[in-house]
């Protein structure tokens, strides 16, 4: 089962950039979709980007396409999320998650969890 840890998060103004980063364990990354989600307090854990095994394609939620970039580096087992021109609403805990197979934007899907990291934006 891989291991997942994210870092990158903080608290930032409206307009302000983040990079978040989540390295996997093991040695098996090329096997797992990877997706980012997140969860704002009193909401339920939503989608927000997702690419496939090789990094060929990738999907985004609607609220974040063309302000946030997924992408991955298999020679270090790592995923990215670029966030840029963040909003308030970006407020959440922003989770890692690893699937074995295709892509998928439902949480249950995903076999392995990261701890989460804090992004806060102010106004």
């Known amino acids: 089962q891989v291991q997942l840890l994210e870092s990158g998060g903080g608290l930032v103004q409206a307009g302000d950039s983040l990079r978040l980063s989540c390295a996997a364990s093991?040695?098996?990354?090329?096997?797992?979709?990877m997706g980012w989600f997140r969860q704002a307090p009193g909401k339920e854990r939503e989608f927000v980007a997702g690419i496939t095994r090789s990094g060929d394609n990738t999907y985004y939620r609607d609220s974040v396409k063309g302000r946030f970039t997924i992408s991955r580096d298999n020679a270090k087992n790592t995923v990215y999320l670029q966030m840029n021109s963040l909003k308030p609403d970006d407020t959440a805990v922003y989770y890692c998650?690893?699937?074995?197979?295709?892509?998928?934007?439902?949480?249950?899907?995903?076999?392995?969890w990261g701890q989460g990291t804090q992004v806060t934006v102010s106004s």
């Open positions: 998650a690893a699937r074995r197979g295709v892509w998928n934007r439902r949480p249950y899907e995903y076999d392995a």
């Open positions: 093991g040695r098996t990354f090329t096997s797992y979709t």
